[in-house]
């Protein structure tokens, strides 16, 4: 079946604009995941969606980030007055359930100029 | 507060050596741990997982690792090495028991040599 889907696959936009970032996960999977992959800081936990539980935001660097899972599916990711440490490889997964083996999508790469 | 540790942000081998990528980790409580392979330009792909029963691990492409907790390592290993087998490696762990988020290492490239 279809595998996570991300879209943009790329996004470049200028210092101070708002961007979005949409994840599609696996059709009933119940958990969803954000990441980010930057050049100086590795592979980062950002922001963690089960059911109907209140997500995890611990990873989220500031307040201009935010996401949010509509009807338990998709997601979006927010990110406000972009800033150009906010370039990187925005990564999306799902997975069944708690616990479960997590399925990555191919990113999105956003780049702020 | 869980982390990991990848030794050598990059590994060179022979086509048919043997392949060996270090990971160490820290965790308060019993962890699970996870090997993840980036090929270029794309996703992040499960290579194999530890959560709980068995040590040795096996996972696609011929890779396995072995937890071993007196160590807290969890090395990934190949036999034979495969010019296809050139991607990034990420050792990851997560609590299990009260989180699903995955914490990464900061990764290794294989490069693979003819």
């Known amino acids: 079946g279809a595998g996570v889907s991300q879209s943009p696959s790329n996004k470049v936009t200028e210092k101070g604009k708002d961007v979005e970032l949409r994840c599609d996960p696996i059709?009933?999977?119940?958990?969803l995941y954000w990441y980010r992959q930057s050049l100086g800081q590795g592979l980062e936990f950002l922001i963690y969606?089960?059911?109907?539980?209140?997500?995890?935001k611990s990873g989220l660097p500031s307040d201009r980030f935010s996401a949010e899972r509509t009807g338990g599916s998709v997601s979006t990711l927010t990110i406000q007055r972009t800033q150009q440490e906010d370039s990187a490889v925005y990564l999306c997964?799902?997975?069944?359930?708690?616990?479960?083996?997590?399925?990555f999508g191919p990113g999105t790469r956003l780049l702020v100029l | 507060a869980q982390s990991v540790t990848q030794l050598g942000s990059h590994v060179s081998v022979s086509e048919g050596a043997l392949v060996l990528l270090r990971c160490n980790y820290s965790?308060?409580?019993?962890?699970?741990l996870f090997w993840y392979v980036q090929y270029p330009n794309q996703g992040l792909q499960l290579l194999l997982k530890?959560?709980?029963?068995?040590?040795l691990v096996k996972g696609i492409n011929g890779f396995e690792a072995e937890f071993k907790k007196s160590e807290t390592s969890f090395h990934l290993t190949k036999p034979s090495a495969h010019m296809s087998d050139a991607a990034e490696y990420f050792c990851?762990?997560?609590?299990?028991?009260?989180?699903?988020?995955?914490?990464f290492g900061t990764g290794t490239r294989l490069q693979v040599f003819p």
């Open positions: 997964a799902s997975s069944p359930g708690a616990l479960e083996t997590q399925y």
């Open positions: 059709s009933g999977h119940t958990a």
């Open positions: 969606f089960q059911g109907n539980s209140a997500p995890d």
């Open positions: 965790s308060s409580v019993p962890p699970y």
């Open positions: 530890y959560t709980t029963g068995a040590t």
């Open positions: 990851a762990v997560s609590d299990g028991a009260d989180t699903d988020k995955l914490i």
